[in-house]
Every structure is written in structure tokens, then in C-alpha cells.
């Protein structure tokens, strides 16, 4: 059944892809970004089943006029894919403040601004499908991540509860946990580095930050076959309230798992037992 696709960052990298295979397929695509007219750009041009919205997904109303330009046009909205990120990098000391703010501001409250306005559709049509792009550094703490680990983090939790909220509607949702794809993510447009400005870390910011430039271009996953493998989850009747992306995600969260059942049966000794005794 051809479905109602409402994707953010569409203007490049992973959500271009997404955008451009549901189009392939049949579906009717609500694809957004800061400027429509990259999106219709890099999509290939205007095309019957497209909607090119303009969305800033950390402006609420904008998120509400999106979502209201889509069922104008389509009449629902199937699937949500919070797609749209940046990545602040750094040690926390050397973020500041409004850095770090910024980065939950984009990667946390961007993807609820825009659930928040897609969920009363979904609500009313009874059945729907969330999709939040997570990461690697939301689920395993990830060195010069901090800011965007925080936010990632978040992003799970709220997504884990959120799935509780919304399924007695029939609506369903899934976290996508990536590795290291070959997005834009590392780009100029989308990384902002910390100052580096105090000298016990500056030795490894340097090296740090030389590190994650030449990842650029260089990332062992296809976002291509991601958006595939995505598209594929979408067609699930019950499709996962987690996806992990990517054999070095796996491999990642696998030892994380690890290590937290480790934690477990270490913690038990200290950790049981700790119930208040009421006086009998």
C-alpha cells in the first residue's frame, strides 16, 4: 500500500536518499527543509507525489505548518522520519554553554516539535508510524561526542516512552541506531567544533578533531542501502521499537549490552536488598 512519507532534512545526505526511494516506490513524500528549494533540487525536481515544505524543526509552529501542508496536499501522514541533526564536537569544558543548548535544541526538541505536530493526524487516522534517527553515540558514550551523546540519549528515551504513549492508537515506533555512514553529517554545514581553548585538552582536541575531518567522506556505511533497509522496516506489520544499523553498531551495542549485564552482576551484592524495612 502506498503510504504518506513526512521526512525532515531532506535536503541532503541520508534524507535525500530516504526521500528519493519512497518516491521510487510509490509513496507520497512531505519532504523538508530550512529551503524547499534545495530539496526540490536535489531531488530532481517537482514531481506529482512531492511536497517540498520549508521546516526549521527547532521552530514549533513552522513544524505544525509542515504537517498541515502535507495532509492539505495527501490527506495523512503514514510515516514520520526525524531525520534532521548536526553534531557540536568536543570535550564538555571546551562546548560552551549555548553550544551545548544548541545541540539538544536541534537534536532533541527538533524531532519532538515535529512528532508533537504530526501525532493528532496520526492519532485521528488511528495508525502511523514514528521513525527518530538516533545513533551509535545514543546508545555507547563516544569520545568528543558529549553534546551530541546527551542529545542522542535523550532522543532514545523520549522515543522508548513515547511508544508506550501513542501504541493503544495503533501507532507505532522505532529508534534507528547508525554507525558511521558516509552522510554529511561531518560537513561544515553540519559539525560545529568547540574553541579548544584550554590547554590540557588541546593536545588531544588537535588530533581529535584531524581525526573526525578525514573520517569525512571516508565512513564505511552507504546511506543508500540504509535508506533501503529503512524503507524495508516501514513495510513491517510489526516493525521494531529498535534498529540497529551497520556492522560496527552492532558490534558496539553488542558489547554494550555486554557490559551492562557485567554491571548487573556486579552491582548485585551492593545493589539488592536496599527496600525500606517497615516496623512490623
Same mark, same amino acid.
Given at each position: 500500500?502506498n503510504?504518506?512519507?513526512f521526512?525532515?532534512?531532506a535536503a541532503?545526505?541520508?534524507?535525500?536518499?530516504?526521500?528519493?526511494?519512497?518516491?521510487?516506490a510509490?509513496?507520497?513524500?512531505?519532504?523538508?527543509?530550512?529551503?524547499?528549494?534545495?530539496?526540490?533540487?536535489a531531488?530532481?525536481?517537482e514531481?506529482?507525489?512531492?511536497?517540498?515544505?520549508?521546516?526549521d524543526?527547532?521552530d514549533?509552529e513552522?513544524?505544525?505548518?509542515?504537517?498541515?501542508?502535507?495532509?492539505?496536499?495527501?490527506?495523512?501522514?503514514d510515516v514520520?522520519?526525524?531525520n534532521a541533526?548536526?553534531?557540536?564536537?568536543?570535550?564538555?569544558?571546551e562546548?560552551?554553554?549555548?553550544?551545548?543548548r544548541?545541540?539538544?535544541?536541534?537534536?532533541?526538541?527538533?524531532p519532538?516539535?515535529v512528532?508533537?505536530?504530526?501525532?493528532?493526524?496520526?492519532?485521528?487516522?488511528?495508525? %502511523?508510524?514514528?521513525i527518530?534517527l538516533s545513533?551509535? *553515540?545514543? !546508545?555507547?558514550?563516544v569520545?568528543?561526542c /558529549?553534546?551530541? =551523546?546527551? &542529545?542522542?540519549?535523550?532522543?532514545e528515551?523520549?522515543?522508548?516512552?513515547?511508544?508506550?504513549?501513542?501504541?493503544?492508537?495503533?501507532?507505532?515506533?522505532t529508534?534507528?541506531?547508525?554507525?558511521?555512514?558516509?552522510t554529511?553529517?561531518?560537513?561544515?554545514?553540519s559539525?560545529?567544533?568547540?574553541?579548544?581553548?584550554?590547554?590540557?585538552?588541546?593536545e588531544?582536541?588537535?588530533?581529535?578533531?584531524?581525526?573526525?575531518?578525514?573520517?569525512n567522506?571516508?565512513?564505511?556505511?552507504?546511506?543508500?542501502?540504509?535508506?533501503?533497509?529503512?524503507?524495508?522496516v516501514?513495510?513491517?506489520d510489526?516493525?521494531?521499537?529498535?534498529?540497529?544499523? %551497520?556492522d560496527?553498531?552492532?558490534?558496539?551495542?553488542e *558489547?554494550? !549490552?555486554?557490559?551492562?549485564l557485567?554491571? /548487573?552482576?556486579? =552491582?548485585? &551484592?551492593?545493589g539488592?536488598?536496599?527496600?525500606?524495612?517497615?516496623a512490623s
Amino acid at each position: 500500500m502506498n503510504k504518506v512519507f513526512f521526512i525532515t532534512g531532506a535536503a541532503r545526505g541520508l534524507g535525500t536518499d530516504l526521500a528519493r526511494r519512497a518516491l521510487a516506490a510509490g509513496h507520497q513524500v512531505v519532504a523538508t527543509g530550512r529551503r524547499p528549494e534545495k530539496v526540490i533540487e536535489a531531488l530532481g525536481g517537482e514531481q506529482d507525489n512531492l511536497l517540498a515544505a520549508a521546516l526549521d524543526i527547532t521552530d514549533p509552529e513552522a513544524a505544525h505548518a509542515a504537517v498541515q501542508a502535507g495532509v492539505d496536499r495527501f490527506g495523512r501522514i503514514d510515516v514520520l522520519i526525524n531525520n534532521a541533526a548536526n553534531f557540536y564536537a568536543g570535550f564538555f569544558e571546551e562546548l560552551s554553554e549555548q553550544q551545548v543548548r544548541a545541540q539538544i535544541e536541534t537534536n532533541l526538541f527538533g524531532p519532538m516539535n515535529v512528532t508533537r505536530a504530526v501525532l493528532p493526524v496520526m492519532r485521528a487516522q488511528r495508525s %502511523g508510524h514514528i521513525i527518530t534517527l538516533s545513533s551509535l *553515540a545514543g !546508545a555507547v558514550g563516544v569520545d568528543f561526542c /558529549v553534546a551530541y =551523546s546527551a &542529545a542522542k540519549f535523550a532522543v532514545e528515551g523520549f522515543m522508548e516512552v513515547l511508544h508506550h504513549d501513542v501504541e493503544p492508537f495503533g501507532i507505532r515506533t522505532t529508534i534507528v541506531e547508525p554507525g558511521f555512514f558516509r552522510t554529511e553529517l561531518l560537513v561544515d554545514a553540519s559539525t560545529t567544533y568547540a574553541d579548544g581553548s584550554i590547554d590540557d585538552y588541546a593536545e588531544r582536541t588537535t588530533a581529535t578533531k584531524k581525526q573526525w575531518e578525514a573520517m569525512n567522506g571516508q565512513q564505511p556505511g552507504d546511506p543508500a542501502k540504509l535508506a533501503d533497509a529503512l524503507l524495508k522496516v516501514t513495510d513491517l506489520d510489526q516493525p521494531p521499537q529498535r534498529f540497529i544499523a %551497520g556492522d560496527d553498531c552492532l558490534a558496539a551495542i553488542e *558489547a554494550k !549490552a555486554k557490559q551492562l549485564l557485567d554491571q /548487573v552482576e556486579s =552491582s548485585r &551484592a551492593l545493589g539488592s536488598g536496599l527496600a525500606h524495612t517497615d516496623a512490623s
